[in-house]
């Protein structure tokens, strides 16, 4: 009943807020925008020649999503608990009879409804689009689309929500998202150029081939994880400039677990549990003065 | 049977200690005025209660049940309204309301409540638009859903208008004529004397008094006797100062004025001027109030005991570093130096109690 509550009454201040409306919008744009362009374009016929293949385009958006999504959802849940506490208003929140894991989970399902409803608006006009003017549309490769979002959306909420639940501050919580996101977006790299110079012992570091945990390590963050499925759904030329641009490529005679699907796969379950369950354990026995 | 017991608990936040040691319970059915200066640890204390922070050691039990490892269940038959509370900007209150409703899981008839609290016109408005007042008769509503069995409140006045903290005042009673225990914390303590049946005074962390309002006016029974007279000669005063139990004697042109600890040295003195022959007209009596109580027990040597009772060392103690919030400390010792309790603290606190 509580947990029920709390997740009501967070959907309902997100609904008459330019925050939960802003964060709706930024996911529709790169997709159900996306869409809309691609219309516009076969109407007004740009090229002249046969409509695109639906794989391009959804391999266009999912690199799109790879750049925004994790900022995008963390936007959407930083502030879930941080402002009530920077507020006040969690003396509402957890005065009445609300545990403090009806007030995570709570939260983190809300926000969850947000990202989970906007991406199904977007992919929902992006489906109808492929179906209704693009070439060689796949409803498995649109589902296989619509779950790696989703999960990779989720894993970022659940960053989002756990950064605030443990910051003391809105501005402290918005250092930890900008944080997250550099390190997954770009440090992740330094992280695994790092590693591997002090296994190397500084020399010859960027010899092939590189070690199996170079790319295990890689593979591992959620982002490149998502776009790992991308590839294998959408793109199939071995040196695509998706492939070229946003992952290492393995050595021909690396053949490892870590650069298939299955992997991605399973890397993005595991942050989607692990990343909400250690922030509950670190929000449960907080001062919330 | 007790509501709310606590035993020993103390809370540390780094090397500040907030609450040190603190124990006493509050019964059921009771009204109890948890008293003390900003600062003195009555919101650290509610926030145990609660269970938004935990203690550093000890133990605190509501209606039986653990404040750590129970605090839902509390919660369900607890209505709290807690300082530095924020409301939902973009809900009304009706749904405020409703909202604390769904969460005890009872069916509430919002408007009678916003009724009660004297907000009924502002069922549909969102409170992002009240006035500080208003918010807090919304809050009171809030904390009086499900008829609570406790209802833990801190500072309720804050933002109420005179007729808001009569009406807030007429509330109490009426919940307290129901049933309902009320645990009544704040800094005024003529609000606290207008619906307490007990207080507790609690000052750097600990409880320095507790007990009926009548029974700590007793321990403190210094009260004023001022008797008018025709004359005052030298040796009259001189004979008073002589009496057990007189305090100070100070004079005026035609008035005696004598601090006396315990009805037998007011008698005492009455029957000295009286045989002095000065022409005794009339006596008046003063009883200590709350207010003297609440200094003395926060500054003076009510609590402080025999051996401590000096209002320097006092004021030192507020001030210094050693409990709770530094800025608090601060405020209080500014407050008690704006309204003058230094100077009566000084004059009654020299010389062993």
Same mark, same amino acid.
């Given at each position: ?31 159900? $925008? ?30 799109? /999503?790879?750049?925004?999504? *994790? ?25 009445? *009879? ?38 060689? *549309? ?7 689309? /619509? ?43 330094? /992280?695994?150029? $790092? ?41 199939? $030329? *071995? ?32 942050? /989607? ?17 | 049977?007790?509501?709310?017991? =606590? ?27 948890? %008293? ?13 209660? %609660?269970?938004?922070?935990? !203690? ?25 309204? %807690? ?23 009872? &069916? ?13 016109? !502002? ?16 809050? =009171?509503?809030? !904390? ?27 509330? =109490? ?34 409880? &320095? ?25 030298? @040796? ?40 002095? #022959? ?14 003297? =109580?609440?200094?003395? !027990?926060? %500054? ?19 001030? #210094? ?11 209080? @010792? ?20």
């Amino acid at each position: 009943m509580s947990l029920r509550t709390v997740v009501e009454d967070d959907l309902l201040r997100l609904r008459r807020s330019p925050l939960g409306w802003g964060v709706a919008l930024s996911v529709l744009a790169p997709t159900a $925008g996306v869409g809309l362009l691609v219309v516009l374009f076969e109407l007004v016929d740009v090229t002249g020649g046969p409509s695109a293949p639906f794989d391009n385009i959804m391999m266009a958006v999912g690199v799109l /999503l790879s750049f925004a999504m *994790p900022f995008i959802a963390m936007l959407g849940s930083y502030s879930a608990i941080v402002h009530e506490r920077e507020s006040g208003s969690i003396r509402f929140l957890l005065g009445l *009879p609300n545990s403090r894991l009806d007030a995570y989970a709570g939260k983190y399902a809300s926000r969850t409804v947000l990202l989970s409803v906007s991406v199904l608006a977007g992919v929902a006009v992006l489906g109808a689009v492929g179906f209704g003017i693009l070439q060689e *549309p796949d409803v498995v490769e649109l589902v296989a689309f /619509l779950l790696a979002t989703l999960a990779f959306a989720l894993v970022f909420v659940g960053f989002g929500v756990a950064i605030s639940g443990s910051a003391n501050s809105l501005i402290g919580a918005t250092a930890g998202i900008i944080g997250t996101y550099v390190v997954f977006r770009g440090g992740w790299m330094i /992280l695994q150029y $790092g590693v591997l110079y002090v296994a190397r012992g500084g020399e010859n570091v960027t010899v092939r081939p590189l070690p199996d945990w170079y790319y295990f390590l890689g593979r591992v963050n959620p982002i490149n994880a998502y776009v790992t499925i991308l590839v294998d759904v959408f793109d199939r $030329g *071995p040196r695509t400039l998706a492939r070229q641009v946003l992952l290492t490529q393995p050595s021909p005679e690396v053949n490892t677990l870590a650069t298939d699907t299955v992997f991605a796969a399973f890397g993005l379950s595991g942050w /989607l549990v692990v990343v909400p369950l250690v922030g509950y354990l670190a929000f449960r026995r907080r001062d919330l003065l | 049977m007790s509501v709310i017991e =606590i035993q020993n608990l103390t809370k540390r936040f780094g090397t500040v200690t907030a609450l040190d040691d603190l124990s006493f319970e509050v019964r059921e059915g009771e009204v109890f005025g948890f %008293l003390g200066p900003n600062g003195a640890g009555k919101s650290t204390t509610i926030n145990i209660l %609660l269970g938004f922070t935990r !203690a550093s050691a000890g133990s605190a039990r509501v209606f039986g049940h653990d404040v750590e490892t129970e605090s839902k269940a509390i919660r369900y038959r607890t209505g709290s309204l %807690l300082e530095g509370y924020s409301v939902y900007d973009r809900l009304t209150a009706r749904e405020h309301v409703q909202r604390a409703a769904n969460a005890k899981g009872v &069916v509430v008839d919002a408007d009678a409540i916003l009724e009660r609290v004297g907000i009924p016109d !502002a069922a549909d408005r969102r409170a992002g638009g009240f006035s500080k007042g208003m918010r807090q008769r919304m809050a =009171i509503g809030m !904390a009086l859903v499900g008829e609570p069995d406790l209802l833990v409140l801190d500072e309720p006045s804050t933002g109420l208008d005179p007729n808001g903290t009569r009406e807030l005042r007429e509330i =109490i009673r009426e919940e307290s004529r129901r049933g309902a225990t009320v645990f009544f914390s704040s800094h005024l303590i003529d609000q606290v004397e207008a619906v307490c049946d007990r207080v507790g005074i609690l000052r750097d962390g600990e409880m &320095v008094t507790e007990g009926d309002v009548d029974d700590l006016r007793a321990r403190l029974d210094a009260s004023v006797l001022s008797v008018t007279v025709e004359t005052v000669p030298e @040796s009259l005063l001189g004979d008073l100062r002589t009496v057990e139990g007189v305090e100070t004697v100070s004079a005026t042109d035609r008035q005696v004025v004598v601090t006396a600890r315990g009805g037998v040295a007011k008698l005492r003195a009455l029957e000295r001027i009286e045989r002095a #022959g000065v022409g005794f007209t009339d006596f008046t009596t003063t009883d200590p109030s709350l207010q003297e =109580i609440f200094e003395e !027990a926060t %500054l003076g040597a009510l609590a402080a005991g025999p051996d401590d009772g000096d209002a320097s060392e006092s004021q030192d103690t507020l001030d #210094g570093p050693g409990d709770g919030d530094a800025v608090d400390r601060e405020e209080a @010792s500014d407050a008690a130096a704006d309204d003058d309790t230094s100077e009566w603290t000084g004059a009654t606190t020299e010389g062993d109690r």
